[in-house]
């Protein structure tokens, strides 16, 4: 296996329980695996020798949600200034326009930008299926995750409760239940790896209450239990989507969840803002997570998570950038800034510290995800999955006074200098290794220019014209 040494940086971050820093410090890894961390370790070479000096080492973060086909559907102005459901009702007629192809490249963008934003560990969730495309759609994401060397946690999603069953979405974004499973049950055959330093885990995921019947819920469970994995959905983003379930179950959103065996440690959700108090408590006990999604949560209007409460009563608890139509970026990086601001605003001196934040981003993250024994923070052990930045940059210049706060509190530009996942290098030089990125930007915007035209021919609105006047 090769080896690597990180040598000389002007501090390691660890995260590790004890918040631990080591000044002068390198780094050792053999494989994927840290061998040694310090500022006095036993190697001095390595098949790649990094001379850090100057540059501050952090562990990588964890994305614990993504919809990494909306990459094509970012800044359209009819999408813009609406909530939820008429945000989804917009963009879902051009979503019935992917072809694997898009989906490839969407992928390779979003992706692209979560590596050069900090990011090691993805997950995503896609979950929209057009009629008359391939099914094998997340196979196109799954490509683009192991060309670039990203840590992926790609879900299998899935809608069968169209518009014309009472459902949000159209029929034509929807699939049979006995195709979902059959799919879902494929993908998690073929690529799903439990091992500690798997480069590829899969979740199932049902789309949210008003897109995925009660039968699908409940069936999509058993099928994930009955092979080990992971379950996720949207629940409690809105106070449309608690409407749509006290007046369609009778329940509310966690209700609803209980009754369908949607609750546990293998169980987290995407956004929870809508929770009260005893709610939070049953999670807490449970042991559902929740990946916190600020900047879509205020973007969106959808309200701010209850993340003290949320912390407080033990839940699990990591950060997402949502869809990049509803962000509209991939920056997680700037996610964790967004936490530490939005609360900060919300909570006053009981919000969180810049610190706890980062703390958000990554081992919170990764106990989102059940995978804090390898990812999450860099300790002997663990993944050499990591990022640098040069603290000579003129945007820390003045700042320099705090090392873990100092991408968290300093500045909006969070592309980062270097990462590494699993031990290789993905990102030299603030640019994705191996990857034309001015081409791979043509590509994507042509493919997203003729799905937005495709969609205008077909549905007669004019999408770059806002929402309303």
């Not at 992928?107 to 692209?112: I, P, T």
């Not at 500690?196 to 239990?225: H, I, N, Q, T, Y």
């Not at 919000?351 to 990764?366: I, K, M, N, R, Y």
């Not at 106990?367 to 000579?392: C, N, Q």
Request: glycine content about 10%; some cysteine; overall charge negative.
């Amino acid at each position: 296996m090769a080896t690597l040494l990180i040598k000389n940086a002007r501090n390691i971050i660890t995260m590790d329980a004890e918040r631990s820093t080591h000044p002068g410090g390198s780094l050792f890894a053999d494989g994927q695996e840290i061998k040694a961390i310090g500022r006095d370790i036993p190697y001095e070479d390595a098949d790649t020798v990094i001379d850090a000096t100057g540059k501050i080492v952090y562990p990588g973060l964890v994305n614990t949600h993504h919809h990494l086909y909306q990459t094509f559907t970012r800044n359209i102005p009819r999408a813009q200034d609406v909530e939820l459901f008429d945000w989804l009702i917009t963009l879902y007629d051009i979503w019935r326009h992917m072809r694997p192809e898009d989906v490839y490249l969407s992928a390779m963008v979003g992706l692209g930008e979560l590596l050069k934003t900090g990011c090691t560990t993805a997950s995503d969730h896609f979950y929209c299926f057009p009629n008359a495309i391939t099914g094998e759609l997340i196979d196109e994401e799954i490509r683009a995750a192991g060309e670039l060397g990203i840590r992926f946690f790609p879900t299998r999603g899935s809608m069968d409760l169209g518009k014309s069953q009472g459902g949000l979405p159209p029929d034509e974004v929807t699939q049979k239940m006995d195709v979902i499973l059959k799919d879902t049950q494929r993908v998690i055959a073929t690529y799903h790896d439990a091992s500690k330093f798997s480069m590829l885990r899969v979740g199932v995921a049902p789309c949210s209450p008003f897109s995925v019947s009660e039968d699908l819920l409940r069936e999509s469970a058993a099928l994930a239990r009955s092979y080990g994995v992971r379950l996720h959905t949207h629940l409690a983003e809105t106070k449309d989507e608690e409407q749509f379930c006290l007046q369609s179950k009778g329940l509310r959103p966690l209700e609803y969840m209980e009754k369908t065996g949607w609750t546990g440690s293998d169980v987290w959700y995407a956004h929870g803002i809508h929770f009260d108090r005893d709610e939070i408590h049953r999670m807490g006990l449970c042991g559902c997570g929740v990946a916190h999604c600020p900047s879509s949560n205020m973007k969106l209007s959808s309200g701010v998570f209850p993340l003290m409460d949320m912390l407080k009563a033990g839940v699990n608890v990591g950060l997402g950038v949502d869809g990049s139509a509803s962000n509209d970026s991939s920056n997680l990086l700037g996610e964790v800034r967004q936490a530490y601001l939005l609360h900060k605003l919300n909570s006053g001196n009981n919000g969180p510290t810049a610190e706890q934040s980062l703390w958000l981003g990554t081992v919170g993250s990764s106990r989102v995800l059940g995978w804090e024994d390898a990812i999450g923070s860099l300790e002997v052990g663990k993944a050499a999955d990591l990022f640098m930045i040069d603290s000579g940059r003129l945007d820390f210049a003045g700042a320099l006074f705090d090392d873990t706060a100092l991408p968290v509190v300093t500045g909006i530009g969070q592309n980062v200098d270097t990462t590494v996942v699993g031990g290789k290098v993905v990102v030299k030089d603030g640019k994705l290794v191996n990857i034309d990125e001015r081409r791979l930007a043509a590509a994507a915007q042509s493919a997203a220019a003729r799905m937005v035209e495709v969609a205008a021919r077909h549905s007669g609105v004019n999408y770059y014209k806002p929402f309303k006047n």
